[in-house]
């Protein structure tokens, strides 16, 4: 919802937010993904089963305020985005999430492509596992971590 736009920006007045929550609220067959970087912001509202709240954390300043934030938000998925990583990221509190998405930076006419160094991705991706976090790496990191389940034995 809102690409390239931060919906719980402190500029958007809190009637557009309750209609495009209503929206949401009225198409329960579909999951919507919310995405800020003004956390803070979710604690006024209400969120709908299919409403996946997240917030963004590339560098560790923004990683406890995430963590206390999301600690009371209620949503039925509670995700972050952590593109692009642009530092090790260290959590007391993974667990409060369900899902976590790792990138990097695409090249635009304002930046140049970027690439997380890959023990940082691991970093992430052994805190997620430690404690039952889904992963989901974008497509524009150089390599991307893809786990399937085993083919069961046949006898």
């Given at each position: 919802?809102?690409?390239?736009?931060?919906?719980?920006?402190?500029?958007?007045?809190?009637?557009?937010?309750?209609?495009?929550?209503?929206?949401?609220r009225n198409a329960p067959q579909w999951n919507?993904?919310?995405?800020?970087?003004?956390?803070?912001?979710?604690l006024e509202f209400e969120f709908a089963p299919?409403?996946?709240?997240?917030?963004?954390?590339?560098?560790?300043?923004?990683?406890?305020?995430?963590?206390?934030?999301?600690?009371?938000?209620?949503?039925?998925?509670?995700?972050?985005?952590?593109?692009?990583?642009?530092?090790d990221l260290t959590f007391s509190n993974l667990?409060?999430?369900?899902?976590?998405?790792?990138?990097?930076?695409?090249?635009?006419?304002?930046?140049?492509?970027?690439?997380?160094?890959?023990?940082?991705?691991?970093?992430?991706?052994?805190?997620?596992?430690?404690?039952?976090?889904?992963?989901?790496?974008?497509?524009?990191?150089?390599?991307?971590?893809?786990?399937?389940?085993?083919?069961?034995?046949?006898?």
């Amino acid at each position: 919802v809102v690409s390239i736009g931060d919906l719980f920006g402190r500029w958007v007045p809190r009637a557009w937010i309750e209609a495009v929550l209503g929206s949401i609220r009225n198409a329960p067959q579909w999951n919507f993904l919310l995405l800020t970087k003004n956390p803070a912001r979710l604690l006024e509202f209400e969120f709908a089963p299919n409403a996946w709240v997240g917030t963004t954390v590339d560098r560790q300043e923004r990683v406890e305020l995430a963590e206390q934030v999301f600690a009371q938000v209620k949503a039925s998925v509670k995700w972050l985005s952590c593109e692009p990583l642009l530092e090790d990221l260290t959590f007391s509190n993974l667990g409060i999430f369900q899902w976590v998405v790792i990138g990097g930076a695409s090249k635009t006419l304002s930046f140049a492509e970027y690439f997380p160094p890959r023990d940082h991705v691991q970093n992430l991706w052994a805190q997620a596992d430690a404690v039952g976090v889904k992963v989901f790496e974008k497509a524009n990191l150089l390599e991307r971590r893809r786990e399937f389940p085993e083919r069961p034995a046949t006898t």
